[in-house]
């Protein structure tokens, strides 16, 4: 999954305004970000492309960035 389909899903299911750029910033610093976008993203992850996340790596993840490594690297596994 490129970082413009990432950032494309997000929007879709949050929306809110982002742009690859937006990877790197923090979730306490995307405007608007809270945690329900999160279920929102992982569930679309879920049933749109077959990525089930572990806790681990959702605990770890600071930034959309992150969220989109985690997601590729379980697209790879």
């Not at 949050?14 to 610093?29: E, K, R």
């Not at 930034?63 to 379980?74: M, N, Q, Y």
Request: proline share 3%; hydrophobic share 50%.
């Amino acid at each position: 999954m490129t970082e413009t389909d990432f950032v494309e899903l997000v929007e879709a299911e949050t929306g809110l305004p982002l742009d690859t750029a937006d990877l790197a910033t923090g979730f306490d610093d995307l405007p608007g970000w809270d945690s329900v976008h999160l279920l929102k993203v992982l569930s679309a992850l879920e049933a749109e492309h077959g990525i089930t996340l572990r806790i681990a790596q959702l605990l770890d993840a600071k930034s959309l960035g992150d969220l989109h490594a985690a997601a590729c690297a379980a697209v790879a596994a």
